[in-house]
């Protein structure tokens, strides 16, 4: 079984709509990253939360870290096509390794 | 740019076969780690080295083998090649946080497609 849950896999919507994903476990992390893919690329980090109940907007872009600090949701508002790509979810389960979910494949129709 | 390089970008052979894929780390960084991304598998954790010493190992097959060399790039070695090992796979080297956590910058990956 996955150490991150997220949801839903694959997410289309027209240019202006809102989405949220969303990234669930039954663990509790110290921290959680959010990094996004694009098609030919290696992932980019978004955002780092750390504290249960924190909120960390990046423009349109808005990540909630939950109180429990066992998941997390991204949640954008008036998609854009450069929103387009996989996000995923990640924790480290030690210093070193960096553990992901399965991703959320986005995309935004112009 | 993520200041990452990988090398080759693509890569076809054949089942049985070995590959070499090589990766150089953003200056001044000295863990390089190692992931697979499939499909059906995602983006798993290989393996990591810090300044040339093994420092964590994940999903990472006996068939697999890793090293850093002294100027810090990395070379992740792939033998008896199978259809399945087909896949993306990326390098990463790490920057420290605020807060001691840590941020990965990927480099652009290698597809190594086995006919």
């Known amino acids: 079984t996955q150490l991150l849950e997220q949801s839903p896999q694959f997410l289309s919507i027209q240019e202006g709509e809102n989405l949220t994903v969303y990234c669930n476990s039954s663990s509790v992390f110290s921290s959680l990253q959010w990094y996004r893919q694009e098609p030919g690329e290696g992932p980019v980090l978004l955002v780092t939360v750390v504290t249960g109940g924190e909120v960390k907007k990046l423009k349109r872009l808005t990540f909630q870290f939950g109180d429990a600090r066992k998941d997390s949701s991204l949640h954008i508002t008036a998609a854009q096509p450069g929103d387009t790509g996989l996000y995923l979810c990640a924790v480290f389960t030690n210093d070193y390794k960096l553990s992901f979910g399965a991703g959320t494949t986005v995309t935004v129709r112009a | 740019d993520s200041g990452v390089t990988q090398t080759p970008k693509h890569l076809i052979t054949a089942t049985g076969q070995r590959v070499t894929l090589r990766c150089s780390p953003r200056?001044?960084?000295?863990?390089v780690y190692w992931y697979q991304q499939s499909l059906d598998q995602g983006l798993q954790f290989l393996i990591q080295y810090y300044n040339g010493e093994e420092r964590a190992k994940g999903n990472i097959l006996e068939r697999f083998s890793a090293q850093q060399f002294p100027d810090l790039h990395s070379e992740l070695n792939l033998s008896s090649l199978e259809l399945g090992d087909s896949a993306l796979y990326f390098c990463?080297?790490?920057?420290?946080?605020?807060?001691?956590?840590?941020?990965?910058?990927f480099g652009p990956g290698t597809r190594l497609t086995v006919l």
């Open positions: 990463a080297s790490s920057s420290r946080l605020a807060g001691g956590l840590y941020e990965q910058f």
């Open positions: 200056s001044g960084d000295l863990s």
